[in-house]
């Protein structure tokens, strides 16, 4: 303890006064063993506060990852939604059209880009026939 008033510009005065005091006290064993005990206790002090503030820390990141996750997560239920509605739009459209192929159906629902399903829906919404729309998507 002395160290770390000496070691962090405690004042002098109030240094001085406390070596005095260990210094006096030294010699009585009981008070060396309380010594011991008081730097022990400060020691164990230190060590709950170090694990609470780990804890603390801990439980922050949970809480910081866990609202990052459900935002993520719910940005991606809105693309996959909006996805999910554009293939349903366009297969709408089609079946004005006629029976839409097992082969075309599937093609539609492996697009993801949502760029490629705008264009899709535009070609869609002006073709004449369902072979128009296989024929543009072959290119």
């Known amino acids: 303890m002395l160290n770390y008033i000496q070691n962090n510009a405690v004042s002098d005065a109030a240094t001085e006064r406390l070596e005095e005091y260990v210094n006096t006290v030294r010699s009585d064993p009981m008070v060396k063993e309380e010594i011991m005990t008081l ?20 439980e922050e990141g949970r809480a ?16 996959e939604g909006k996805t ?12 004005e059209l006629g029976a839409i192929p097992s082969a075309l159906k599937d093609r539609i629902d492996n697009i993801s880009d949502p760029d490629e399903l705008n264009r899709l829906a535009k ?8 072979q128009e729309v296989e024929k543009a998507l072959r290119k």
């Open 39 to 58: 730097g022990e206790y400060f020691d164990r002090e230190r060590e709950e506060a170090r694990a609470e503030g780990r804890a603390e820390g801990r």
């Open 64 to 79: 910081e990852g866990r609202a990052e996750g459900r935002a993520e997560g719910r940005a991606e239920g809105k693309t």
């Open 84 to 95: 999910e509605g554009k293939r349903e739009l366009i297969f709408e459209i089609l079946s």
């Open 123 to 130: 070609l869609v919404a002006k073709a004449a026939s369902m």
